[in-house]
Every structure is written in C-alpha cells, then in structure tokens.
Nanobody, 127 residues
Framework: QVHLVESGGGLVQAGGSLRLSCAASGRIDSNDAMSWFRRTPGREREFLAGISWSDGSTYYVDFEKGRFTVSRDNAKNTVYLQMNNLKPDDTAIYYC????????????????????WGQGTQVTVSS
C-alpha cells in the first residue's frame, strides 16, 4: 500500500513558478513509477510528467515540455514538479500518482495504469 500527499499548490500570478511536492509513504521501490496529472472542471484528468523510480527516466506530455520538470529524491520518497511560466490555463487540481509496476513507456500517459493517487493540490494562476 502506498499513501501519497501532495503539497506546494497555491495562487500565483501568470508568469510565476511553483514547485509541487509529493511525499510517498509505504512501499516505493525500483519497480515503480510516479507521475503528475491534473484535472480542470469539465475535462478528463490529463498526464503531465512521469519519472521512473529505477533509473530516473522522465516522460512529458508534449505541450508542457520545457515549462514543467519532474524530478525525484529517492531517499525522501518524494517526487517534485517544477512549473515555470505559469498561465491561467494551468489552473487545475494537480495529482501525483504511483504505478506498480512501472508502465511501459507509452503507458505512463494513462491514468488507469496508476493504482495510487494523492488527494490533489489546487493551483490557481491569475492573469
């Protein structure tokens, strides 16, 4: 069982930055992967970025590549999402998720591959 807790959300002006954190408790090992998704009202939860717990390989959705950076601290069982140049369209609830075992490369994008989810953290970007 894995328990995930996100933090770092809040209100920021357009052009600003935030770093989200997701602390995992329970069993996270080299077979796992962790990712970030977000959900806006009326839309499906969408994949943003993921990272392999074994070798640190990262995966991004194309339209966010360059603004968002995912990283991990294995010792702290924590994954981060650095978000720069934020836009009002980035306003959403951001979730971290853990997958066991690690999905195949293309599988990172599908929320159905993740068994564990955090409660989410709200990010609001004002114009």
């Amino acid at each position: 069982q894995v328990h995930l807790v996100e933090s770092g959300g809040g209100l920021v002006q357009a052009g600003g930055s935030l770093r989200l954190s997701c602390a995992a408790s329970g069993r996270i090992d080299s077979n796992d992967a962790m990712s970030w998704f977000r959900r806006t009202p009326g839309r499906e939860r969408e994949f943003l970025a993921g990272i392999s717990w074994s070798d640190g390989s990262t995966y991004y959705v194309d339209f966010e590549k360059g603004r968002f950076t995912v990283s991990r601290d294995n010792a702290k069982n924590t994954v981060y999402l650095q978000m720069n140049n934020l836009k009002p369209d980035d306003t959403a609830i951001y979730y971290c998720a853990a997958a066991h075992p690690e999905p195949y490369t293309g599988g990172y994008y599908y929320s159905s591959n993740y068994a564990y989810w955090g409660q989410g953290t709200q990010v609001t970007v004002s114009s």
